[in-house]
């Protein structure tokens, strides 16, 4: 393993949830690297989507919390630059060998990147409402 593999590992911390020998391969990946990845990049994510509504969403802070839970998946889901850039900010802190594993299955496991990702920012919308008045 090179330094660059050694120091994401070390960097991004243990495995988060439960990986076993019935566990599938892409839900060991899944708790091995997406999990870590998400959590480290929480802050990035955040700030990327308050970015986003600034930029596209400016009455985002005027809907019910329904609707505005609604935004999050549409623009994870639908707004394919956005969701190319959150990707990005994932795939960048793979290892050379979870790369390999993941251009195997990168469909199932964009699916499931994606939809951690909404249901994260789904949890913290309430962080969405500090900027009311900035």
Known sequence: MNERDTFLKEFRGQTIGSVTAQSSSDESFQNEVLR???????DL???SFINYIGKYKADFYTHTVEKKMSI?????QKDIKFRNA?????????TSDEYAVYIQNSSSLNKRMMGML???L???VQLFEINVNS
């Open 45 to 47: 994510f955040v700030a």
């Open 118 to 120: 909404i249901e994260r």
């Open 72 to 76: 999050i998946e549409n623009a994870i």
């Open 86 to 94: 959150l990707k990005g900010m994932i795939i960048g802190l793979f």
């Open 36 to 42: 870590p990845i998400l959590k480290l990049q929480n």
């Open 122 to 124: 789904k949890s913290q």
